[in-house]
């Protein structure tokens, strides 16, 4: 058959995608970029907040609508979504063929035969089996390595436990050999993810061993490894040294915090309090890392006082990059039973205005970058903007700012070039290759 997929959400989510892909390629089948030109159309949910399932949603209406009107003749729902709600969907969306959950791809094959037959199926049972292969669906020059599956943490506002289950890391092994083909096949920027990478290998023997794993990554032949999702109460001295002075390591954390008022992280079951969080801050801006965060607005009983705490600390803490979400309330989880739940419009008049003054501030700080020079990693072309688009180090794709700078002589994909920064364009620099 030829297979269409549609990948939601995070990045892991993606590495699922990627992976469910290069097994359907080694049973025979061809995929296809252009959806509406596949038999079989995969849509890989994600079902975290709100937002993330009404997309989900629309997407498989979508694939739905693929099948009357055009080549689509399956449509299969992987994911997130169908781990958690597959009776529903099941009764919501006859025209669906097939509803695999989060840990079920292995049988994938399997369902299509089953579905080529005309049985409808349904996979939600967690197997967990490692499989290395890969079909990237990034730009070949970066790559995602997920290192662990589910979350230990509980934060009383996700979902994550309930549907990906306990933290399960991969076997070191594995993931080398993971690792080596994806350098192997010109990968130069490899990005850790899971739910949280600071407690890979916990599970081994009590004991975190993230920065083993990444020391036996270095000796690939990657120029870059970047690390996302570190939980807070696990980043100590020993990994903010090890991250400054690891050569191959991006001076980059992708570190949650969620918030900062005391009260409302105790809510939250989140293991830090407001000091924690500003001294943990001031180490990592002191070692010269750039660092990423999180917040949610409006959780349950987030006082005005407690929201006007979280601004101030935005104005002053010198955040290189941050995220704000309103509160989704999901239900199941015990945030959901709290008191103090806050009108949607409140919660997201919150978490916009706090996007515009993180924005601010990241717009003027660019002003102080104009006129040096950087190393950039090139992504690809704007053809509107008929500038090429890349990244420094300190740059993660997709969630941050980009470079975008020309070039008198030709450049290549997953080049790094050394750009003069001449401007900005709002959060964007502007750049020029010196040659």
């Not at 959806?35 to 949603?57: G, M, Q, W, Y």
């Not at 099941?90 to 049985?119: R, S």
């Not at 003054?357 to 970058?369: A, P």
Request: contains cysteine; glycine residues 6%.
């Amino acid at each position: 058959m030829r297979i269409g997929a549609i990948s939601l959400g995070c990045d892991k989510n993606r590495v699922d995608t990627e992976k469910m892909l290069a097994r359907l390629v080694e049973g025979g089948h061809t995929v296809v970029s252009d959806a509406e030109e596949a038999d079989a159309l995969i849509v890989n949910t994600c079902a975290f907040i709100d937002k993330a399932k009404e997309e989900s949603i629309d997407e498989v209406l979508w694939a739905v609508e693929c099948k009357k009107t055009a080549k689509v003749k399956y449509v299969v729902v992987t994911g997130c979504l169908s781990q958690r709600y597959v009776d529903e969907l099941k009764a919501e969306f006859p025209e669906v063929d097939a509803f695999l959950g989060i840990a079920a791809y292995d049988e994938i094959l399997n369902v299509l035969k089953e579905i080529d037959g005309k049985n409808r199926v349904s996979r939600t049972e967690c197997k967990d089996a490692f499989y290395g292969k890969r079909v990237l669906t990034t730009p070949y020059h970066y790559a995602y390595l997920k290192i662990a599956e589910g979350c230990n943490n509980h934060c009383t506002y996700c979902a994550i436990p309930s549907i990906r289950g306990k933290y399960r890391s991969e076997k070191t092994e594995d993931l080398l050999r993971e690792a080596k083909t994806l350098s192997d096949d010109g990968v130069r920027e490899l990005i850790l993810v899971a739910q949280d990478v600071t407690r890979y290998g916990i599970d081994f023997d009590g004991k975190p061993h993230l920065t083993e794993l990444v020391k036996e990554l270095e000796k690939l032949d990657f120029d870059l490894i970047r690390l996302l999702y570190l939980e807070p109460e696990m980043v100590d001295d020993a990994l903010i040294e090890f991250i400054a002075t690891e050569p191959k390591v991006a001076k980059y954390m992708d570190i949650p915090f969620q918030h900062i008022d005391s009260g409302v992280l105790k809510r939250m079951n989140r293991h830090t309090d407001e000091r924690y969080t500003r001294e943990l801050i001031k180490k990592v801006k002191a070692a010269g890392i750039t660092l990423r965060t999180t917040f949610i607005c409006g959780f349950p009983g987030e006082s005005e006082e407690a929201f006007e705490k979280l601004r101030d600390f935005i104005k002053c803490a010198e955040i290189d990059y941050a995220g704000f979400f309103a509160y989704s309330r999901e239900e199941g989880t015990p945030a959901d039973r709290l008191d103090g739940h806050l009108p949607e419009e409140i919660k997201q008049a919150r978490a916009d205005e706090l996007t515009r003054l993180q924005t601010e501030i990241m717009c003027e700080r660019n002003k102080s970058v104009i006129g040096k020079r950087v190393r950039v990693l090139y992504d690809g072309i704007d053809y509107e903007k008929q500038a090429f688009v890349g990244r420094t180090s300190v740059q993660a794709p997709e969630i941050d700012n980009t470079v975008y700078f020309t070039s008198d002589s030709e450049a290549l994909i997953g080049n790094f070039y050394e750009v003069e920064i001449v401007g900005t364009d709002g959060v964007d620099l502007l750049g020029v290759v010196i040659q």
